[in-house]
Structures are given as C-alpha cells and as structure tokens.
C-alpha cells in the first residue's frame, strides 16, 4: 500500500461493529482497504458531480486494480437531492445494473450522498452493503458514522429513513483540499457541537486550533476529525437508535432543522450554516432560563462568529428569504414534527455550560416561542 498513513476507530456495536479509517490516500488505496468486506467483487458507486468531478476516477481506478467492478451513479449536488425522486433514481439504477444481496454499495461524497446511498442500501432488496467514503468535513466528522440514513420530504429534514450501519468508514482527509471554504466552515460546526455536547477540553483545544481546521491543515484537520468520530462513536455505541443519549447529538438541530425547512434547501442554508445558528440559540435559550451563565452563551456566540459562521437568524431572512423575516407560527411548525417530539411535547438539547449539554423535556412552549419572537425579529 502506497504510503499508507492512517488511524483506526471502532465503533463497537457488536455484531454491526464497524472501523473508521481517519488518514490521507485511502481512495488511493481503497481497493485493499474495502476488499476484505466485499461478499462479491462487484460494487455500485453512488456519488455527487462536484465529487466525481474531483476524486471519482481515482476510487474507480483504486477499485479496479484489486479486481473489483464498480458501476457509477452521478447525481446533482446540493441537499435537494436528499429527496423522493433521487431515490428512486438510486434503486431504478441499482436494479437496472442487476444488483444481487451481495453487492456492495459505496456511498462517495458528503452527507447528502452518505444519507441517500445509506438508505437506498437500507431499503433495495430489503437491505444490502454499504461502505462510507465521507469527502466533505461534515460527512467525515459526523453523517458516515452512526447508521443515521434517510431523506428530506416536503414537510421537513430527514423524516423518512431508516438505521443502516456500514460495512467501514473510509475517512481521506487529503479530499478536503478541493472542499470549498464555505462547506469546510459548515462541517466545522459540527466538529465544534462535540466540545459543546460533552468535551470542554476538545471546545478548549478548538479555540486555539479551529482556525486551523478551516484552514487546511491536514494534521490539525486529522486530530479533529479522530476526536469527532470517537465522540460520536462512543454515543453511538450507548445509543444506536436514539432512545436518549443520542439525542444530545441533536444540539441546536431542533431550531436548525427548522430554520433549513424555512430555506428550502435551495443551497442558500447549508446544514452546518443552520445548526451553528441553532446551537447560539439553544445556547442564548439556556442562558435566558438561568439554566446556564451568559457568558457560555457569549463564549459560544464569539466562536462560530470568529470562525465565520451565521450566528443569527438574520442570515437566513437576507440569504434564503429575500430579507422577509422568518415567521414563528412556521418555524413552531416545523419543530412540532422533530423526531425527538413524543406525546405531544418536544425534548430539547439544552446546557448547563460548555460541555454540559442534557436533554430536557420541560422546556415550556410558549417560552419557546417567546424566545423566537425576540430572536427572528431583530
Ligand atoms: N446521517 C447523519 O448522521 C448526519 C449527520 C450530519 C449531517 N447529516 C446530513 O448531511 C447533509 C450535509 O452534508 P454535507 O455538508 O457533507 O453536504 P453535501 O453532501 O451537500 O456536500 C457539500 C458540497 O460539497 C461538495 N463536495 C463534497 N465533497 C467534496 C470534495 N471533496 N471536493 C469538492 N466538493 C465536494 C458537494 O458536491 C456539495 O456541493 C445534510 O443533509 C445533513 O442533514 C446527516
Ligand atoms: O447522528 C445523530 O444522531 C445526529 O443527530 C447527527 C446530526 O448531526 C445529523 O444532522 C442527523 O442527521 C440529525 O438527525 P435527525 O434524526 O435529527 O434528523
Ligand atoms: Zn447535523
């Protein structure tokens, strides 16, 4: 193997237990990485244009030197192809190509990729294999790993899908050299909600290093990468199916994932821009109900704005909205069909500090919406 260089995580879910490869020239080397889990040397890529534009020859190339087929599918890029009729894109595809239980498929690109392939897998022939090949940040630190797979419908973020763990995830951080800034920034949020959740040390080490990560350096880049998914491992393996712990991974999401149904996935709100957004609320919310001091919600503010992501609902009117304020009855809407809502009543991420997130059942509506009247109004 050409200057192989990697680290190895596990996330440990017994017999669904998985690697995640974090390192540089694993597309390269993806033939021999891959191959030990293939149950036919037949695979189906499934990937976006930007990706294939920049890497797909050589995952193709990395393949077919091991003896291993590989068919590809190249969708539109952007989260509107998290949709119905891009599924149905995948399976027609699958099918046509003559898939069999055996084969594999390889989902090659960021989320919107990893969550559609991940659920096309799920679902064709109720249920093949699949391997990640995160390619952006986001996809690497937080969508590849957890099983978490599934797409948009036209009455909110990812409300149909199922739990799909892969085969291995195959992190390549020398594929973020051809992500644009914008979308390194958006992974970053999620690099960041870690520190938030459970680890003041990671948001320590973040503060002095962030910058770092979002400018392109590969080893700082890796340490935050390793440290993300070793996070989300470990709540994974407590919680695959999210019946509590795994909520917390759901930090500034409830708002966020409203403020994304509001934006329309049209490219104006990526879903990093909309969760950096939701965290400064739930953080500035906690803070408002003495749950924490105001200063961790200032600390928290101050670093996605230093870093250079939207802090403010604002971002969403002028970029999405054409300067129209965002409505609270819609946004209320929205968030009254979050999967963490039960009987009736909606659980919040909140915190107690940096690095002391809890999920909270007793958060009043009516605060809520108070809350959101102050906020989207400014
Ligand atoms: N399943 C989960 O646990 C989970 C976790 C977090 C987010 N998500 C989902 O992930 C999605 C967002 O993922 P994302 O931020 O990766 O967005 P994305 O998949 O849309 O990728 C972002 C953009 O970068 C381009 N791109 C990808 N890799 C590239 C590369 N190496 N070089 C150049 N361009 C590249 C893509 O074509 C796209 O335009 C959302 O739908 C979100 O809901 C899922
Ligand atoms: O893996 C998880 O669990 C997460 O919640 C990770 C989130 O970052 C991610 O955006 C996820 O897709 C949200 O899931 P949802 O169930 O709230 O739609
Ligand atoms: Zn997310």
Known sequence: MSKEIFKRLTVDLGDRSYDILVGENLVTNAGKLV???????RTFIITDENVAKHHLATLEDALSFEGITSKSLILPYGEQTKS??????????????????????????????????GFAAATVMRGIDFIQIPTTLLSQVDSSVGGKTGINTSRGKNLVGSFHQPQIVLADIGLLQ????????????????????????????????????????????????LTSCKAKADIVALDERE????????LGHTFGHALEAEARYNGSLLHGEAISIGMVMAHDLSAELGLCHVKDAQIVRAHFQKIGLPIETSFVSSNALGGKKLEVSRLMDHMSRDKKVSDGRLTFVMTKGI??????????????SEFLERTVTK
């Open 84 to 117: 119905f009729g891009q599924l149905e894109k995948v399976i027609d595809f699958l099918l046509e190509n003559k898939i069999d239980r055996k084969s594999t498929l390889i989902a090659f690109g960021g989320g919107v990729i990893g969550d559609l392939a």
């Open 35 to 41: 191959q030990p889990f293939l149950k036919q040397q």
């Open 178 to 225: 051809t992500l644009p800034h914008r979308e390194l920034l958006a992974g970053y949020a999620e690099v960041v909600k870690y520190g938030l959740i459970n680890n003041p040390n990671f948001f320590a080490w973040l503060e002095d290093n962030g910058a770092q990560v979002v400018g392109g350096s590969h080893q700082i880049q890796t340490q935050a990468v």
């Open 243 to 250: 019946s509590g712990a795994r909520g917390l991974l759901n």
């Open 355 to 368: 690095g002391q997130a809890y999920l909270d059942n007793a958060v009043d509506i009516t605060t809520v």
